[in-house]
């Protein structure tokens, strides 16, 4: 199967080439692509002179628009599989063969990794843990499908939700929104527990004052989204 890595990254010069050495040495054949979400520092440089797979945006999408980006390139050069890896280092590529195994086996179009079920490995801080547990209680509710780590970014994708987010996906708080995205049309959604590890160098683009914001914008986001009309043109 043809299996590409997203890499998502923006302003991540003192984190990248870890993260692509880590991808490389996988025990899974993948192809990666790093869509560089118009940097401000040398992270361009660095792809570039490591002559890393990698895409650079001209103006900044964001996280949500950098990720469809990548989906858009996985649809049009036929890849079967989809995994979204963060370019801060946190998600462990060794994971890999985990979160595909449900895919290949035809069990799930959508396979989180979680670092909530088996509670190993970095966990977050406690406000955030708090956080995730409430939407990961709210998408419960709009949905009934329960994810425990909503908010994670570690995550792979069967050709059909390729298709479907390389058309449909969130810009601002994309993944919760990704997987009411996915309920909606119908997708057989998994987890499987990972040990995710500590942003390796930079800053997190939340914090404090804007993770409260973060709550109440995408709670809103989640039920404006479980109601409106979808790609498919259900709702």
Known sequence: MKILVIVPAYNESE??????????????DVDYLVVNDCSTDNTKQILSNDRAS????????????AVQAGYVYAVENDYDIAIQVDGDGQHDPAYIPKLIEPIINDEADMVVGSRF????????????????????FLIKIM?????????????????????????????????????????????RIKEV????????????????FKSLMYMI?????IVVKRFTISVGGKK
């Open 117 to 136: 079920i088996e509670n190993e490995g970095f966990q977050s801080s406690a406000l955030r843990r708090t956080g995730i547990n409430f939407l990961s």
């Open 15 to 28: 984190n990248i080439e870890k993260v692509i050495q880590t991808i490389e040495n996988c025990d899974v």
């Open 217 to 221: 914008k995408v709670s809103v986001s």
């Open 193 to 208: 527990p990972v040990v995710m590890l500590e942003r390796i160098g930079g800053e997190s683009s939340i914090k404090s």
């Open 54 to 65: 990698y895409i650079n945006l001209p103006v900044n999408l964001g996280i949500g628009g």
């Open 143 to 187: 949905c009934r499908v329960k994810v425990y780590d909503v908010t994670s970014g570690f995550r792979a994708t069967n050709k059909k939700l390729n298709e479907l987010f390389s058309k449909e996906y969130a810009q601002d708080y994309p993944e919760p929104e990704a997987i009411i995205t996915s309920v909606r049309n119908k997708a």
